[in-house]
T-cell receptor, first 110, second 115 residues
Framework: ELKVEQNPLFLSMQEGKNYTIYCNYSTTSDRLYWYRQDPGKSLESLFV?????AVKQEGRLMASLDTKARLSTLHITAAVHDLSATYFC??????????FGAGTRLTVKP | GAVVSQHPSWVICKSGTSVKIECRSLDFQATTMFWYRQFPKQSLMLMATSNEGSKATYEQGVEKDKFLINHASLTLSTLTVTSAHPEDSSFYIC???????????FGPGTRLTVT
């Protein structure tokens, strides 16, 4: 069974600081996703990573994928308050069913 | 493009009644739709996968007789929570895939409260 683990589960950062969220998964998968969820809202797609070594960046967020290590990272650079949200990674299973990590609740403080 | 809607966005129902949630792909044909449940401050848990015109595949531990899924067309899937109980109160999110591409597109979610 595909398992997806994220850490940390909670992250409190000061504005301007950098940090990384980690996502490990248990079986081979071709695709890894990062989503953002604001309270009471659905998911907003951030990144789709399709191959080993893939790196994507959007603003202060950068995601990477190492399929050999079964590890993805979401790096936050110079955090700002607007980035406060819950971030989920997700991995495609064998039937294109998506398995989610537990989520990382990020709070950026001034 | 790739917009998925859900209706209603929130619903309150009494214990023992049934409630239907609709998931529509507005600008593409969804060969596969997924239903997720999210309890407060928890992750999304896949409930079932439905392909148009065939029976849904339910995840282990999800009662198929309680959560009825119908994917009758390429743009509409419905989830009916039958004989709802307070423990069914949750945020239900659907997603849709065209099958041509890998990505799933998520709906805005439906918040169900059972009193």
């Amino acid at each position: 069974e595909l398992k997806v683990e994220q850490n940390p589960l909670f992250l409190s950062m000061q504005e301007g600081k950098n940090y990384t969220i980690y996502c490990n998964y248990s079986t081979t998968s071709d695709r890894l996703y990062w989503y953002r969820q604001d309270p009471g809202k659905s998911l907003e797609s951030l990144f789709v990573l399709l191959s080993n070594g893939a790196v994507k960046q959007e603003g202060r967020l950068m995601a990477s994928l190492d399929t050999k290590a079964r590890l993805s990272t979401l790096h936050i650079t110079a955090a700002v308050h607007d980035l406060s949200a819950t971030y989920f990674c997700a991995v495609d299973g064998n039937n294109n069913d998506m398995r989610f990590g537990a989520g990382t609740r990020l709070t950026v403080k001034p | 493009g790739a917009v998925v809607s859900q209706h209603p966005s929130w619903v309150i129902c009494k214990s023992g009644t049934s409630v239907k949630i609709e998931c529509r792909s507005l600008d593409f044909q969804a060969t596969t739709m997924f239903w997720y449940r999210q309890f407060p401050k928890q992750s999304l848990m896949l409930m079932a996968t439905s392909n148009e015109g065939s029976k849904a595949t339910y995840e282990q531990g999800v009662e198929k007789d309680k959560f009825l899924i119908n994917h009758a067309s390429l743009t509409l899937s419905t989830l009916t929570v039958t004989s709802a109980h307070p423990e069914d109160s949750s945020f239900y999110i659907c997603s849709a895939s065209s099958g041509r591409q890998y990505e799933q597109y998520f709906g805005p979610g439906t918040r169900l409260t059972v009193t």
